[in-house]
Structures are given as structure tokens and as C-alpha cells.
């Protein structure tokens, strides 16, 4: 079975660039989770979604971040303009949310290694 | 709001030492707790779960963790570590809400280096 894919997986970019990152969750999961790691900061939850709605977007640094989820299958993350100190692996992940079903394991993507210069 | 705390930032072990990880969260309510694994380049792996029943939950790859509801912890522990546990280990919460849809927050990861 295909796991989280995210793409792309190594991005190199500079300062004022758009970034996208794009992730397709496992087929059947109705919840979407954006997560940056750093050495400094960890594993931060920027955004999730249930089921194509965001429900938390505490997390997103400032409105240079934006993340969208137009349907169950896709969801992308937005940078603009980007900067040195978004450098970071951003890691979606997806499992199934609700109160009948699911056991709240989330599953991984292998992570957007992004760096800024 | 629910957070959680790893103690342990740094630990070096010798092979066949015993390993034991910290972890503390905070938050009123029913909880799921997680572990997952972090190998060097790779992406987070579930290692086990807690979500209701026996508090001694018994992972892959011989881990197992101890829910304490009274001192809000679920310690990862392991008798005996190998070279090829050297990782990231991160313990996670989902508070437990009437749907199960609350996010999941993550410690700040403790790194586990094995010397063979």
C-alpha cells in the first residue's frame, strides 16, 4: 500500500522565492497534518485538517505560510515570500479521524528537506 | 492546552545497557499516548500506543511503555539496546476528545546514540 507522498522531497531556493510543498495523504484517511522539524525547535504542528477542513492553524509561523486541502487526496503548503529561517524538513502525515473508527496512529511522509539561502 | 515534555535531550548507551526515556504530558483529560521513531534520514515510525486498558503496552522491536495516569508519564523502556536503536524517539499526546479528531503534539524528541 502507497504510504504518505510527499514531493518534493530535497528543495534548495532562494531568499523571496515561492515554495510549495505537496503532500498526498494514505487514500481513506480524513485527517491531514503539516508538521516543520529544525534542531532548534523539533517537531512544531503547523496546520491539520479533518476531513479537507483546517481545523488548528495555530502553528503556522506568520501569514507567509499558508496551507490548503482542496480535496481528500491533496493538500499543499505554501511559503511566500520564503527565508533563510524557514529552512527546515516539513513532514505531512494522515491517519483517520473520528469516534467509530481509527486508533489516531498517524503515518508519515518521508519530508520536504527545504533550504533557503 | 496539552504539551509534553521529554527529559532526556541527549543519551549515550552502551549495547546490552538498559534504556528508560522520560515522558510527561500535560492535560486534564483522556488521553492517547504515542512513541515513534526516528532513524537517521528517515521519516517517524509508530514504536507503540496507549489508548485504553493495561497501562503496559509492549511495542516492536522489544519496547514497551508504562502508562502512570496519576503522574501524568508513559517512560519508554527497552532491557536491552542494540547498535541499530540509535535514533530519535518522540513521545506524542492526542487529547481525547468526544471525536477523537484533536491534533497530536509532540515532545522535543529525545536522540538515543548506541555505542557498539
Known amino acids: ?117 | 492546552a496539552q504539551s509534553v515534555s521529554q527529559h532526556n535531550h541527549h543519551v549515550i548507551l552502551s549495547e546490552a545497557a538498559s534504556l528508560e526515556l522520560g515522558c510527561n504530558y500535560s492535560y486534564g483529560g483522556t488521553v492517547n499516548l504515542f512513541w515513534y521513531v526516528q532513524y537517521p534520514g528517515q521519516h517517524l515510525q509508530l514504536l507503540l500506543k496507549y489508548f485504553s486498558g493495561d497501562p503496559l503496552v509492549k511495542g516492536i522491536k522489544g519496547f514497551e511503555a508504562e502508562f502512570i495516569k496519576s503522574k501524568f508519564s508513559f517512560n519508554l523502556r527497552k532491557p536491552s539496546v542494540q547498535w541499530s536503536d540509535t535514533a530519535e524517539y518522540f513521545c506524542a499526546v492526542n487529547a481525547k476528545g468526544s471525536s477523537n479528531t484533536g491534533k497530536l503534539i509532540f515532545g522535543q524528541g529525545t536522540t538515543l546514540q548506541v555505542k557498539p
Open chain 1, 1 to 117: 500500500d502507497a504510504g504518505v507522498i510527499q514531493s518534493p522531497r530535497h528543495e534548495v531556493t532562494e531568499m523571496g522565492q515561492e515554495v510549495t510543498l505537496r503532500c498526498k495523504p494514505i487514500s481513506g484517511h480524513n485527517s491531514l497534518f503539516w508538521y516543520r522539524q529544525t534542531m532548534m525547535r523539533g517537531l512544531e504542528l503547523l496546520i491539520y485538517f479533518n476531513n479537507n477542513v483546517p481545523i488548528d492553524d495555530s502553528g503556522m509561523p506568520e501569514d507567509r505560510f499558508s496551507a490548503k486541502m482542496p480535496n481528500a487526496s491533496f493538500s499543499t503548503l505554501k511559503i511566500q515570500p520564503s527565508e533563510p529561517r524557514d529552512s527546515a524538513v516539513y513532514f505531512c502525515a494522515s491517519r483517520i479521524a473520528g469516534v467509530l473508527s481509527g486508533t489516531g496512529e498517524l503515518f508519515f511522509g518521508e519530508g520536504s528537506r527545504l533550504t533557503v539561502l
